[in-house]
């Protein structure tokens, strides 16, 4: 079962939770917004309001236009300062390309962590996606992580930090 009281996991440091659902066999992560953060390092995956996705030591934080989920707002947490927040709007062709290079759409300087071209913002089949690495499909050298806001469903192979502890999931 889901542990559902957040007073109770604060007092014994409980930073997430992972539950077994037996309706669908399957284990699931939730951060349970104590600490620092439970993030799960993804590939690719789509957008929802109020995420937060974690590049290097730098945060995005996703809001979509209330009227239509077509615009979205970044504000961009580096260190103590915050950026934004930036308009990107939905465009045929559009990709916004976040990493340290110069030519960026968002550069991240001053981070060790963040690779030349680290992910992509891309609008496709209706929604904003973040994407791992560059246009060609090489991955980002220290990965993409997505804030467990939601239950994330564990698969195979996982990885996902817990504060700054990093795991892998192996199923047997």
Known sequence: EPHNNLKEAENTGRNC???????????????????????????????????????????????????????????IFQYS?????????????????????????????????VSKIHCLLKFENGCWNVIDGDDTGKKSTNGT???ALDEIKITDGMHFKCNNTLFQCKFK
Request: proline share 2%; with cysteine.
């Open 81 to 113: 300062i915050e950026k934004g927040p930036f308009k990107i709007q939905k465009s045929k062709s559009a990709t916004y390309r976040i990493g340290s290079q110069a030519d960026m759409s968002f550069v991240i300087d001053k981070d060790e962590y």
């Open 145 to 147: 992580w997505l804030y």
């Open 17 to 75: 939770m992972i539950y077994y659902n037996k309706l669908d066999s399957n284990y699931y992560i939730k951060d349970l917004n104590c600490g620092l953060g439970t993030f799960v390092k993804i590939d690719r995956s789509p957008i929802k309001d109020y995420y937060i996705i974690n590049v290097g030591e730098t945060y995005f934080l996703c809001n979509y236009d209330t009227r239509t989920k077509e615009t979205l707002f970044l504000k």
